[in-house]
């Protein structure tokens, strides 16, 4: 049942212990308390008693006892102060004044009670504090307190009380109390208390306020919250409701709770109240709305804000991208979310709040998991940025898990892509030190590696070298099993959020990982000639998925081919037709598991395959346009061969016409001894002469060198450019101007012609000549057969082997480019006698 307040004063609460005290015939005082009736205890209380002019004394009464008394300044009233009040001090009080006429009557009685001394109950709204114009709506009061009555108020500027039995048949102690009709022209707030019969103005703490929230027509408020809406178990939060300019109360509602979660003031700037979460907590989780309350009324409600709480179940998700995760533009792309515990449902965001996408758990028997596949269609730059994926109930669906690891997607654009390098090559052993260099020709501000299958993203900025490349050096230490695999690089421009088209894919193979090595051999054999057929068999007596076929310096990538068992072995054979002395060189081979492919046993023996015959095809492999940077370099090449042709060229011409100048002096000398010499004398000499210059043929060569004839150094037999070879086929360009055999035999001819025609004036000068020649033939102690002037550049190769190990380390840092010219001579040959 419900009683008003004041007539609960009037009729439950006027017996009081003592002896009141007896009134006079004057007019009775007006009491007043400051600062309300009901106060919580340890506030100071100021009770004010009004009586006449010509009073000259004042007393205070609590339940018909004197209290105190008071001399006052103003005739006309006294003030009776009590600091920190207690809960003896609540009461029934009462006043009176005195004058030379006597006793006045007393006051009204004025019922103070104090608040605080039990727990506060809890008030809630049913079913919801959310109600329409006219609405109805229970409130409920619970109790901790046994045997207590609750008491409701209705805030306002006249509070209204009503006491309520308390319902303990469930020993809950708690009532409901109706409200209605209500209107949207006033705020209805409500609080309650709970008492003990035996002191009915000793109250407990009051709950925490009721606000009727009603959907009103005035602009709706904006709710917000921070750091986002998503928030992990035990973090702070704000969650922000900004009104109207003229809003004086906002209020927080949780969809579904019985109370409103929050009330507070608008503060500036802006007219935004701020309700803050210390402590995220499960409860925190669900959807939230603000309202707003002006002198015009009330707004309508904002927006839903759905509040998340994440780390609710400790089991760990994995997240990772099907393929890869960088994504060109306009594709698509999978993300898989995986889990051991079961879950109704995954759900994957994205760390901006800007994707949000949620599928059923399916559960895979063959790896005993649970999982989601996620298929984005088109992306486009706005799916650039950090995904997280998380698992939750149908019950419960803003508790998640804890968050899996987060996966950084990357999405690539159509650009020119660069070129990925290793320089210790293909295959390595654990323990060496690997550097992949990812370069470009565009100037491209940063770098990224990615190792294919794994969710590891390296970046790097970009170096620009003197000859026009951007690169970036990726040291990945000493290797071990965990670096085998295939890698791909990108680049990309800082104004830019789109990554270039992915490098060509560079695999890395670490070797040593399967005990025994293959067998290698060549079939029919090792030499063959040009457009013969070849086959290159490798085995093994151990099971292998897999063999990889490596040529030594080659800049292709490797060769694999699946096994077979026959004859009691595994193998594969690696066949060519048509060879071409191009294919010459030292092959070895590798088997695999597929388990691993990329973890290799160590190498085969070296088999060394020779071809003889023309250099290659009739139709050459097409070159990739060269850029810029390469077109200058080979220019300087050309310039550098035609200055060491020229220089050669000056170097026999001078020193054919200082010769031919010694040989017609001695001709003259040579006719003034014939005239001294007897018939048959000179010709004796002569034969003599041309019988040493045969007996001495390192000395020949040596004159028949400088005697070459330079007109016959035709462009097909003396000079051989080589500077177009394609990238993929030679790591380091070489470019020779190059003087063959077929030069130096003409030159020889031609010289026997002119030597034919000198004698010698005697046998002193015979003897000596041959002593000349054959000092400068001994001075020549390196044999060579070549004149050349070489320029070598490094090329820019996408995914090509370094050259072997013990050349790398020699490469220069940097494109050189250099001309190189030597002149050679033969040989010394010993003669008979020194044999």
Same mark, same amino acid.
């Given at each position: 049942m419900t009683v008003s307040f004041t007539v609960l004063l009037c009729l439950g609460l006027t017996l009081g212990h003592g002896t009141p005290v007896l009134g006079g015939t004057l007019p009775k005082p007006i009491l007043s308390v400051q600062p309300e009736s009901?106060?919580?205890?340890?506030?100071?209380?100021?009770?004010? *008693?009004?009586?006449?002019?010509?009073?000259?004394?004042?007393?205070?009464?609590?339940?018909? $006892?004197?209290? /105190?008394?008071?001399?006052?300044?103003?005739?006309?009233?006294?003030?009776?102060?009590?600091?920190?009040?207690?809960?003896?001090?609540?009461?029934?009080? /009462?006043?009176q004044y005195w004058t030379h006429d006597g006793w006045s009557q007393h006051s009204d009685a004025l019922e103070l009670v104090v608040t605080g001394v039990y727990s506060k109950p809890r008030l809630s709204a049913h079913p919801s504090p959310v109600v329409t114009e006219g609405g109805k709506v229970s409130l409920q009061c619970v109790s901790r307190q046994p045997y207590h009555k609750l008491i409701m108020t209705k805030e306002g500027t006249k509070k209204r009380y009503w006491i309520l039995d308390s319902d303990q048949s469930t020993q809950k102690y708690q009532d409901l109390f109706p409200v209605g009709p209500v209107t949207s022209s006033q705020r209805w707030t409500f609080r309650c208390y709970s008492f003990d019969s035996n002191s009915p103005r000793v109250w407990s703490k009051p709950s925490d306020p009721l606000e009727l929230l009603f959907s009103g027509t005035l602009h709706k408020p904006t709710i917000k919250t921070e750091p986002g809406p998503v928030v992990a178990l035990g973090s702070p939060m704000?969650? @922000?409701?900004?009104?109207?300019?003229?809003?004086?109360?906002?209020?927080?509602?949780k969809e579904g709770s019985q109370q409103t979660w929050?009330?507070?003031?608008?503060?500036?700037?802006?007219?935004?109240?701020?309700?803050?979460?210390?402590?995220?907590?499960?409860?925190?989780?669900?959807?939230?709305?603000? $309202?707003?309350?002006?002198s015009a009324g009330w707004s309508e409600p904002s927006d839903t804000l759905e509040l998340v709480v994440t780390g609710i179940y400790d089991s760990k998700l994995s997240l990772s991208a099907r393929s890869s995760p960088v994504v060109t533009s306009g594709g698509n792309m999978t993300l898989q979310c995986v889990s051991r515990v079961f879950y109704h449902k995954f759900i994957l965001t994205k760390e901006d709040q800007k994707f949000s996408s949620s599928l059923n758990s399916q559960y895979i028997h063959s790896v005993r998991q649970y999982?989601? #596949?996620? @298929?984005?269609?088109?992306?486009?730059?706005?799916?650039?940025?950090?995904?997280?994926?998380?698992?939750?109930?149908?019950q419960t669906p803003q508790l998640w898990s804890a968050p899996s690891e987060p996966l950084e997607i990357h999405i690539s654009g159509l650009s020119k892509k660069p070129s990925? #390098?290793?320089?210790?090559?293909?295959?390595?052993?654990?323990?060496?030190?690997?550097? #992949?260099? *990812? *370069? @470009?020709?565009?100037?491209?501000?940063?770098?990224?590696?990615?190792?294919?299958?794994e969710d590891i993203f390296t970046k790097q900025y970009g170096q620009r070298t003197q000859v026009g490349l951007t690169l970036a050096n990726f040291s990945l230490g000493y290797v071990s099993s965990f670096t085998a695999g295939q890698y791909r690089c990108y680049g990309a421009h800082n104004l830019s959020s789109e990554w270039s088209a992915s490098s060509d894919p560079l695999d890395i193979m670490i070797t040593g990982q399967l005990y025994t090595s293959p067998s290698l051999s060549v079939k029919p054999n090792s030499t063959v000639q040009s457009g013969d057929n070849v086959s290159l068999l490798c085995q093994s007596a151990y099971t292998t998925d897999t063999f990889i076929l490596s040529k030594e310096g080659a800049a292709h990538q490797t060769q694999r081919m699946k096994s077979k068992f026959q004859d009691g072995e595994f193998q594969a054979e690696f066949s060519m037709s048509a060879v071409t002395s191009t294919l010459s060189g030292t092959y070895r081979c590798y088997r695999s598991q597929d388990s691993s492919p990329y973890l290799l046993s160590h190498a085969s023996a070296p088999v060394e395959l020779s071809v003889s015959g023309p250099t290659g095809s009739s139709s050459p492999p097409p070159s990739r346009p060269l850029p810029t940077v390469g077109l200058e370099m080979y220019l300087k090449a050309l310039i550098g061969v035609s200055v060491a042709f020229l220089l050669l060229l000056s170097i026999l011409i001078f020193l054919l016409l200082r010769r031919r100048r010694q040989g017609k002096f001695r001709k003259d000398a040579q006719k003034e001894t014939e005239l001294q010499l007897p018939a048959g004398a000179a010709e004796t000499v002569t034969r003599d002469r041309g019988l040493q210059k045969r007996s001495n043929p390192a000395a020949a060569t040596q004159e028949e060198i400088l005697y070459a004839s330079v007109e016959?150094?035709?462009?097909?037999?003396?000079? /051989?450019?080589? @500077?177009?070879?394609?990238?993929?086929?030679?790591?380091?360009?070489?470019?020779?101007?190059?003087?063959?055999?077929?030069?130096?035999r003409r030159a020889e001819a031609v010289l026997a012609s002119v030597m034919s025609r000198e004698v010698p004036e005697t046998k002193e000068e015979q003897a000596e000549e041959g002593r000349e020649t054959h000092t400068q033939?001994?001075?020549?102690?390196?044999?060579?057969?070549?004149? $050349?002037?070489?320029l070598c550049s490094r090329s820019l190769n996408q995914g090509t082997a370094a050259p072997p190990r013990s050349q790398a380390a020699e490469a220069p840092e940097e494109p050189t480019v250099y001309a190189a010219l030597a002149v050679t001579r033969p040989g010394p040959v010993p003669n008979k006698e020194e044999q």
């Open positions: 009901v106060v919580a205890e340890q506030t100071t209380v100021t009770f004010l *008693c009004e009586g006449t002019k010509g009073a000259q004394e004042y007393r205070l009464y609590r339940n018909g $006892y004197f209290r /105190n008394k008071e001399i006052p300044l103003n005739p006309n009233k006294a003030e009776f102060s009590i600091s920190k009040i207690a809960p003896q001090d609540a009461g029934r009080y /009462n006043c704000n969650i @922000s409701c900004q009104g109207t300019l003229d809003a004086e109360m906002c209020f927080l509602h929050g009330t507070q003031t608008p503060k500036e700037p802006g007219n935004k109240s701020t309700f803050s979460i210390p402590s995220v907590s499960e409860d925190s989780g669900g959807q939230y709305r603000c $309202y707003c309350y002006s999982q989601a #596949l996620f @298929s984005i269609d088109h992306v486009t730059a706005d799916h650039r940025g950090t995904f997280r994926c998380y698992g939750y109930y149908n990925l #390098l290793s320089h210790q090559g293909h295959f390595l052993e654990p323990g060496e030190s690997l550097t #992949l260099q *990812c *370069c @470009s020709d565009i100037n491209y501000d940063r770098f990224a590696l990615y190792k294919v299958g016959d150094m035709k462009p097909e037999d003396g000079v /051989n450019l080589d @500077s177009l070879r394609p990238p993929e086929e030679q790591p380091q360009q070489q470019t020779y101007a190059q003087v063959k055999d077929s030069m130096l033939a001994a001075e020549s102690e390196d044999p060579q057969d070549v004149v $050349y002037a070489q």
